[in-house]
């Protein structure tokens, strides 16, 4: 179950819808094993692609340099579909690499809905799981 | 010689859970044979079958993506830090 506050959601939502027709993708990094996502943190996508996604291997080396100084890991990697559904591609499947992270997938398909969708992908296997926003 | 190298939580299989190792080698090839030697199964994460660094794993030497030095020729000294990172990376495909 990920549990994720209003303010958090609503910031994902956002970044995906700004970055339509590209895929939007970032973290929310949360104090180690606490399994609380509390900051956001957007990241370029390198690819700059409507299909494709990568995280900026310099942002990403400071970005994980400073959560482990404070002691934070990712609680949520996400990023966005814009044409297809919110699910785990067998790209995001074969490239997940952070066993302890909620997965949150985005599809910007639909212009008035947002899907948001939260799954654990660990060696290969896709599980999904429910979404409980905190006001 | 010592250099320190940082290991991502996926890899920690390869390490019995530590998240940092030592190592030596005057380049990060030769650090990786190094590092395999105690920590057997490690290289092939990082180098594939050509020789050369997996694509979609980072690795810094410092704070610097060796992709932008000489790869797995970059020269190492005493001291230095590198650390792996696997790329966070997918798609719609």
């Known amino acids: 179950m990920l549990t994720i506050p209003r303010a958090l959601y609503d910031k994902i939502v956002a970044h995906a819808r700004a970055d339509h027709p590209d895929e939007a993708c970032g ?40 959560m482990d100084d404070h002691d934070e890991e990712p609680v949520v990697i996400y990023h966005s579909h814009t044409a297809t559904e919110a699910y785990p591609s067998r790209t995001d499947i074969s490239y997940a690499s952070e066993p302890g992270a909620h997965y949150v997938l985005v599809s910007t398909r639909d212009e008035d809905a947002t899907e948001f969708r939260s799954y654990r992908i660990a060696d290969g296997v896709v599980t999904e799981e429910p979404v409980t926003v905190v006001e | 010689m010592a250099i320190e190298v940082r290991i991502p939580t996926i890899l920690r299989t390869y390490t019995d859970g530590a998240k940092q190792v030592e190592g030596s080698g005057s380049t990060l090839d030769e650090l990786f044979t190094d590092l395999e030697q105690r920590h057997g199964g490690l290289r092939d994460r990082l180098v594939d079958n050509g020789g050369g660094l997996r694509r979609f794993v980072n690795v810094y030497l410092n704070d610097e993506d060796v992709r932008f030095l000489s790869g797995l020729d970059t020269p190492l000294k005493d001291g230095d830090t590198v650390t792996v990172l696997p790329a966070v990376a997918g798609g719609s495909l």
Not at chain 1, 27 to 49: C, Q
Not at chain 1, 55 to 66: P, T, Y
């Open chain 1, 27 to 66: 973290v929310l990094a949360g104090p180690a094993g606490s399994d609380r996502p509390e900051r956001f943190i957007a990241m370029m996508n390198a690819e700059l692609s409507p299909t494709f996604y990568r995280f900026d291997s310099a942002e990403q080396f400071r970005v994980w340099r400073e």
